[in-house]
């Protein structure tokens, strides 16, 4: 199947940090989307992309759709206690619904007091 | 409106024995998914429905998985004999139809403990 590598796989940061991570590909994607997981609980929808080059903002939460639609990223902006959780990418190649979406394995963020 | 809602939250059962995970899908929604979380592995797919219908259990491990959707707002998966490799939190999601299909809305997720 396909493969999304995410990183980095752990951040500790702290409070107030903005924060970087990356989804890259093998293959083109023409969907990206990112989730969110809160200790406890399932992912939840964060940002949805679905051209190459766009950005798109969610409060201190921005995306991005890579031109080579290889790759994605998200950045969260002053980071507060709240933003810890997992953050997973995920792919999806054709057209059609969330049965063609791969997912990556997540980057932990954890933010130092 | 409610979400995905699943139901046990938290499950141990002893090796061997049979377990049954419920989930109730958003209203209106006509896919329906089972996931598997691991630490080692993320999310796996398991099997998914549309309209009722599986469609594609080429993620189901072995035998001793099945997965059932009697109904629009009702499915179970079911595991028989458990194994403590069974191990995972197991999360039911929903889409809907049309614009905004590829996006899944996740349960809370079952955690399962077999010993």
């Known amino acids: 199947g396909q493969q999304l590598n995410q990183s980095p796989q752990s951040m500790f940061i702290q409070e107030g940090e903005d924060v970087s991570m990356n989804c890259t590909s093998s293959?083109?994607?023409?969907?990206w989307l990112w989730y969110k997981q809160d200790p406890g609980e399932g992912p939840v929808l964060l940002i949805a992309l679905y051209k190459a080059g766009e950005l798109t903002s969610n409060g201190r939460l921005t995306a991005q759709f890579g031109i080579t639609r290889k790759d994605s990223f998200l950045n969260i902006s002053a980071s507060i206690p709240s933003d810890v959780g997992i953050y997973f990418c995920a792919g999806r190649r054709t057209g059609g619904g969330a049965d063609g979406l791969t997912f990556g394995k997540g980057t932990h963020l954890i933010i130092q007091p | 409106d409610a979400g995905v809602i699943q139901s046990p939250r938290h499950e141990v059962t002893e090796m061997g024995q049979e377990v049954t995970l419920r989930c109730k899908p958003i209203?209106?929604?006509?896919?329906l998914f089972w996931y598997r979380q691991t630490m080692m592995r993320g999310l796996e797919l398991l099997i998914y429905?549309?309209?009722?219908?599986?469609?594609?259990d080429s993620g189901m491990p072995e035998d001793r998985f099945s997965a059932k959707m009697p109904n629009a707002s009702f499915s179970t998966l079911k595991i028989q004999p458990s194994e403590p490799r069974d191990s995972a939190v197991y999360f039911c999601?929903?889409?809907?139809?049309?614009?905004?299909?590829?996006?899944?809305?996740f349960g809370s997720g079952t955690q399962l403990s077999v010993l």
């Open positions: 209203s209106g929604h006509n896919s």
């Open positions: 293959s083109i994607f023409n969907t």
């Open positions: 429905f549309n309209n009722n219908v599986p469609i594609d």
């Open positions: 999601a929903s889409s809907p139809v049309g614009a905004g299909s590829e996006k899944l809305f």
